[in-house]
């Protein structure tokens, strides 16, 4: 099995700056992609960005140009590093990770960021 915990987040204020990092345990080498998710208040859990074990990334509209996810696979963890703030940025992020033996899913705890105006 894998484990998955996240940590970096925090309270910043609109235009700051903040990098999450998910630090994986247990069976990495059954990880294949990895990426966020952010659950705002009120809202449905929503992807923020993608990276492949070859370093391949995808984020979603709402975050290009301003969030850079990477991953370092020596360390055996994901970075999302988060530029130019919003307050509509405030969400608890989850880190994922992808198996590569069946189509399982795993997840971390979450770390709130909060954005202030």
């Known amino acids: 099995q894998v484990q998955l915990v996240e940590s970096g987040g925090g309270l910043v204020q609109a235009g700051g700056s903040l990098r999450l990092s998910c630090a994986a345990s247990?069976?990495?080498?059954?990880?294949?992609?990895m990426g966020w998710y952010r659950r705002a208040p009120g809202k449905q859990r929503e992807l923020v960005a993608t990276?492949?074990?070859?370093?391949?990334?995808n984020n979603v509209d709402s975050v290009k140009g301003r969030f850079t996810v990477s991953r370092d696979n020596a360390k055996n963890t994901v970075y999302l590093q988060m530029n130019s703030l919003k307050p509509e940025d405030t969400a608890v992020y989850y880190c994922n990770a992808e198996s590569t033996l069946f189509p399982y899913n795993f997840w971390g705890q979450g770390t709130q960021v909060t954005v202030s105006s």
């Open positions: 247990g069976s990495i080498r059954e990880i294949n992609a």
């Open positions: 990276i492949t074990r070859g370093g391949s990334t």
